[in-house]
């Protein structure tokens, strides 16, 4: 009997921490189904913890200069920039792509880019 309830005890704890490390790989931005591709938001941190897509990494435009290439070393790599209205995006894109970038889209406002991607916008 007290195998039994081991053996439940431990399967429990493994399957709580599968399911931590998926919510933590959500939170990360790295469940993206499509792995050819990179998802960054460019608003500010306080519009990313009000909601941002599921699979989005979040660099900040005034960063994004100094951080892209560390996020995305392939400078092939098709990626998605989005922010509140597209703005910032479209900035980031200018940005990226003076850094040598060729396959930069501007996925536009959030709200767009979760139709776009077909992501979830999560907190």
Excluded: F
């Excluded at 431990?10 to 921490?17: D, E, N, R, S």
């Excluded at 919510?23 to 306080?46: F, N, Y």
Aim: with cysteine; aromatic share 4%.
């Amino acid at each position: 009997m007290k195998s039994r309830l081991l053996t439940a005890i431990h399967t429990a704890l493994l399957c709580a921490t599968l399911l931590a490390a998926a919510h933590l790989a959500a939170d990360q931005g790295t469940t993206d189904p499509q792995p050819d591709r990179v998802i960054i938001d460019v608003r500010s941190i306080e519009e990313w913890n009000s909601g941002h897509l599921a699979a989005a990494q979040h660099l900040e435009l005034q960063t994004i200069a100094a951080s892209i290439e560390q996020q995305v070393p392939d400078k092939q790599q098709r990626v998605y920039l989005y922010c509140r209205s597209g703005n910032r995006s479209g900035k980031a894109k200018a940005i990226i792509e003076q850094l040598g970038y060729t396959n930069v889209v501007n996925a536009g406002a959030i709200t767009n880019a979760s139709i776009l991607l077909d992501q979830a916008i999560v907190q």
